[in-house]
């Protein structure tokens, strides 16, 4: 790791969660859940996230079926990648997904936290998983 920022991103077709790295890169945590209208929207939102925090790489994570293969909602988010790399340079990587929603559930469930705010958290705290599993994954 060269000392900057990874953000991650859990797609969602309502909701999308952004996840940053602290500076050294040890760390993930939730920066929050954006709405967009499009694709093209959201990759902007994405870029700029990344480009304020100075971010050297962008990980997207790849909701693979549990047999491996990918689906309908993997083309999306490699589109969804596709958008991003065409506005910036920083580096954009795939990250498999799978279950990550279902922890982050279990963990909101845990945790007594319901209705809206559950809404609310659980992209943002699925894309902080995705990106702790991703460094994990590094080390």
Known sequence: MSGKRILGVDYGAVRTGIAATDAEGIAAF??????????????????REAAERDCSAIVI????NMDGT???KCEKVR?????VSELT???VEFYDERLTTVVAHQYL????????KRKDTVDTLAAEIILQNYLDSKK
């Open 30 to 47: 939730g920066v929050g859940t954006f709405k967009a209208k499009g694709l093209h929207e959201l990759a902007g939102i994405i870029v």
């Open 61 to 64: 994570g790849l909701p693979v």
């Open 70 to 72: 990918e689906g309908e």
């Open 79 to 83: 589109l969804l990648g596709q958008c």
């Open 89 to 91: 340079d920083i580096p």
């Open 109 to 116: 469930s845990a945790t007594n936290v319901r209705g809206k």
